[in-house]
């Protein structure tokens, strides 16, 4: 069976092309059609697909797969946020985050079961890696919510896994989602995080689209960072940052440093003094971000709260010019940074 909704149009009409006996019945336009079916109206069902033969309803209805998911969990946040684990069809479960604020509808999505990068903060790293999402499984966890009537303004690639190690999916996922037979989706609308895998953002400035890009970056100081960031030994930090920088030259889009705060390991004078260095000449932000856990009591989140308005008062005063802290969301439910994770279905 063919995976449907990984397809683009143009794929569709050709499966058709291909397998399909009665090819007189087949027009031009029904990759299209499907294709608006499954992404622009969320319908899975292709008994449903009212503009094409029943003929050939009945022979998708048989010979098409789309990915089995149904939602294992929902917890719903004090500040709103939304966490699905959606079970897949082996068991494996990932898991998606909603998260309104203002003006934006924000979708964090995962792309990987797991993760074999190993970051010392993320909970996802301590899962191991199972697997790679299809192009079809990442953009379903957008249409969970968008289902449910809810609006949605922007997609981050900041779930379970590392979409550079997943390349082709996620770039799929992505031309998919913007593509305007579906949600159409504005591709400046959409971020993609990685620990810096060398080979994918050399491809990624190859592919045409102004996507967002951020680093988690989380130390400026090479043997420093890969205690937090192992990926630092093969993808250093003085490979990545001219490429990071001729990413910017070419896409026109501002790359973003995320920096997880942890008191007395990254947040010193020499650490703001290397940013300043580093982000010296050219339009890139430094995101700092408190240490999340899931169990954690008021107390501590004051002073992590507090040990990032110290650094971020620290980084400014060194020379840098566009510090940011993030918001963190969804923490009573384990749905801010670094606190996905799954298990397999008991």
């Known amino acids: ?96 985050v909603y998260i309104p604020f203002r003006n934006r509808a924000t979708v964090c999505v995962s792309s990987q079961v797991g993760c074999r990068f190993s970051c010392s903060f993320c909970q996802t790293g301590r899962m191991g890696f199972r697997r790679n999402l299809s192009p079809a499984e990442i953009v379903f966890q957008v249409y969970c919510f968008l289902r449910e009537g809810k609006r949605v303004t922007h997609i981050v690639f900041m779930g379970m896994g590392e979409p550079l190690d997943n390349y082709e999916n996620v770039i799929k996922a992505i031309r998919i989602l913007n593509n305007p037979l579906g949600l159409g989706i504005s591709i400046r609308r959409i971020t993609l995080s990685t620990v810096g895998l060398v080979p994918g953002i050399k491809r990624l400035m190859t592919e045409g689209m102004q996507i967002n890009l951020a680093l988690s970056l989380h130390n400026p100081i090479p043997e420093e960072r890969q205690v937090l960031v192992p990926a630092e030994k093969r993808h250093p930090i003085k490979k990545l940052l001219p490429l990071l920088m001729e990413y910017y030259h070419r896409t026109s889009r501002q790359v973003t440093f995320e920096y997880v705060v942890i008191e007395g390991v990254n947040d010193g004078p020499r650490h703001s003094r290397r940013l300043a260095r580093i982000s010296k000449g050219w339009d890139c932000k430094l995101n700092l971000i408190a240490l999340n856990r899931s169990d954690i009591d008021r107390q501590t989140w004051r002073r992590n709260k507090a040990a990032v308005m110290r650094f971020k008062e620290m980084c400014l005063n060194a020379g840098l010019k566009n510090v940011t802290i993030r918001l963190s969301r969804g923490i009573d439910i384990s749905g801010a940074c670094g606190l996905l994770a799954s298990h397999r279905k008991k």
Not at 42 to 66: G, H, M, Q, V
Not at 77 to 87: A, M
Request: hydrophobic residues 40%.
């Open 1 to 96: 069976m063919i995976d449907l909704a990984s397809l683009f149009p143009e794929e569709i009409l050709a499966f058709l092309l291909e397998g399909y006996d009665e090819k007189a019945e087949i027009k031009p336009f029904f990759g299209d059609e499907i294709f608006r079916w499954i992404h622009g109206r969320w319908e899975y069902d292709a008994l449903r697909y009212t503009n094409i033969p029943k003929r050939l309803r009945l022979f998708l209805s048989r010979e098409i797969s789309l990915p089995e998911t149904s939602m294992r969990y929902r917890l719903v946040s004090r500040d709103g946020s939304e966490k699905l684990g959606i079970e897949l069809r082996d068991g494996e479960i990932v898991e998606t």
